[in-house]
């Protein structure tokens, strides 16, 4: 996996699934190279740090690859694992 963006989003309410929203560059960006026929394997993970306080905060780091993820890896145990395996973590 390798680096592809930065958020820091603040915001009233909690904001969880990130990369789903409409407005999410990230996302957006790769939707439009998908469009384009580019990035059609890309595999992106996002890492949501939210920092309750008066306001929300969320610092968002978004990795992504072009390659499979080894399934022999803890990354694909972890994104094909139930919740329970996930909490472990």
């Not at 384009?36 to 929300?56: C, D, T, W």
Request: net charge positive.
């Amino acid at each position: 996996l390798s680096p592809a963006g930065v958020d820091w989003l603040k915001s009233t309410t909690k904001l969880d699934n990130v990369p789903a929203r409409p407005d999410n560059r990230v996302a957006h960006a790769l939707r439009k190279a998908q469009s384009r026929g580019q990035s059609l394997n890309s595999f992106i993970f996002a890492v949501n740090y939210q920092i309750p306080s008066k306001e929300q905060y969320n610092l968002v780091l978004y990795f992504a690859t072009e390659e499979p993820i080894p399934s022999d890896s803890l990354l694909h145990r972890f994104i094909h694992g139930d919740d329970s395996f996930r909490n472990q973590r």
